[in-house]
């Protein structure tokens, strides 16, 4: 039995609209994560409004933590370090965050840990519920391994969310290489303009996934862009006005459109790209998997045919659980960790950086 005393992380996240805090232990097990989710707020404008986002999180900031450490049964005592995201995000947003668990780590006299967004998300996916501890997670179609490795197997991953698209080749827990990016639109950003298009709302991305499954993906042909002279890299803006140019060409001629065929053909077309586009950089870099990361993993056709092609290329597939794709404090706590046992530490002099770089 392992008699070491496990490495406990409260990872602290507002670099959008979701107010959230989660324990984990060792980088891997979630022991409380608490969301407070602003979406509701936000919908009635359509989209983020970065002041309001600000002011919910100043509002829900102390109770999100106070509740992550109930639900863990814990006390600040039981805690090793803060881990907070201080980029890339809104400013103001990301120095609520940051400011508070400044001052949690002075307060407490707990070392504090700067955690960038996107590497957060990507080790998302070495999370596990401390129920589903050796257990395969039931929503998601891979199978979430119990035990890490205890080598590092270097794997490709696709980060999609509303403010990113990447496809970055990660070589250790804080070694980071992008290999393709977006010239133009996030993945995300797409969803959700193309639902706004199709009078679904904010946030688009779930609404185009459901409305989806009922239409056909071969109706309407949207193009599958590639860039310059890069296989890895993506555009969206292209497909995302092919969209908006088809619905007020039909409604010019008259015509009722069938949103569910719509909305169907678009994912396709955004999913066709981003599984090609990985897993062609993960055969030319000659790593064994993928795996996916971010809002957008949540799409339930992305997770479906990723898995799908990479079994049919011969790489193994995973993904984070559901909950843990959009904005959570589990994995900010898990990136942190890794950060940590390599002795980084952030000073308070640490700042909110809007557009942090990956792997920095
Ligand atoms: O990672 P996330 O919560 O926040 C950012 O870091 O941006 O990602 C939010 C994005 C939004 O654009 C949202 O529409 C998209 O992820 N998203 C989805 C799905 N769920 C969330 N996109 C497609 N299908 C989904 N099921
Ligand atoms: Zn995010």
Same mark, same amino acid.
């Given at each position: ?15 959008? +609209? ?11 097990? =979630? ?6 989710? &602003?979406?509701?707020?936000?919908? *009635? ?7 309001? %986002? ?8 102390? &109770? ?13 005592? +039981? ?6 995201? /201080? ?10 965050? =940051? ?55 270097? /794997?490709?991953? *696709? ?72 296989? /890895? ?34 994912? &396709? ?6 599984? +090609? ?20 993993? %949540? ?35 898990? %990136?942190? /960790? ?23």
């Amino acid at each position: 039995m392992d008699e070491r005393k496990k490495t406990i992380i409260l990872g602290i996240e507002t670099s959008c +609209d979701e107010t959230a805090a989660a324990v984990v232990a060792d980088g891997r097990e =979630v022991i409380s994560n608490v969301i407070y989710t &602003q979406i509701p707020t936000h919908t *009635l404008y359509g989209g983020v409004v970065p002041e309001i %986002a600000s002011r919910e999180h100043v509002l829900k900031i102390n &109770q999100v933590i106070k509740k992550a450490l109930e639900d863990a049964k814990m006390t600040w005592d +039981d805690i090793d370090a803060v881990a907070v995201t /201080y980029g890339p995000g809104l400013v103001g947003p990301l120095l609520i965050g =940051v400011s508070t668990a400044k001052a949690l780590a002075y307060a407490k006299g707990i070392p504090l840990v700067g955690v960038n967004h996107i590497e957060g998300h990507i080790s998302a996916n070495y999370l596990v519920d401390s129920e589903s501890i050796g257990t395969v997670l039931s929503d998601s179609p891979s199978e979430q391994v119990s035990e890490e490795p205890s080598q590092f197997e270097p /794997y490709m991953c *696709l980060v999609a969310s509303g403010g990113h698209s990447h496809i970055v080749r990660v070589d250790d827990y804080t070694k980071y290489t992008i290999i393709g990016r977006t010239h133009d639109d996030a993945a995300g950003e797409a969803f959700d303009k193309v639902a706004r298009a199709l009078g679904l709302g904010y946030p688009g991305g779930p609404k185009v996934d459901k409305l989806a499954r009922e239409g056909n993906p071969g109706a309407i042909s949207f193009p599958r862009a590639t860039v310059g002279d890069s296989p /890895y890299d993506f555009s969206f803006s292209g497909i995302k006005s092919a969209v908006l140019n088809y619905l007020n060409g039909a409604e010019m001629k008259g015509q009722e459109v069938n949103k569910a065929d719509v909305a169907a053909s678009f994912q &396709q077309a955004v999913v066709d790209v981003l599984c +090609d586009h990985t897993i062609k950089a993960a055969i030319d870099n000659n790593v064994k998997s993928v795996a996916l990361a971010g809002g957008v993993a %949540a799409n339930s056709l992305l997770r479906d045919t990723m898995k799908e092609r990479a079994e049919a290329s011969g790489l193994t597939f995973r993904c984070p659980k559901l909950i843990y794709c959009t904005d959570n404090g589990a994995m900010i706590a898990a %990136a942190g /960790y890794h950060e940590f046992v390599e002795g980084r530490r952030a000073d308070l002099y640490l700042n909110a950086i809007p557009n942090l770089k990956i792997g920095m």
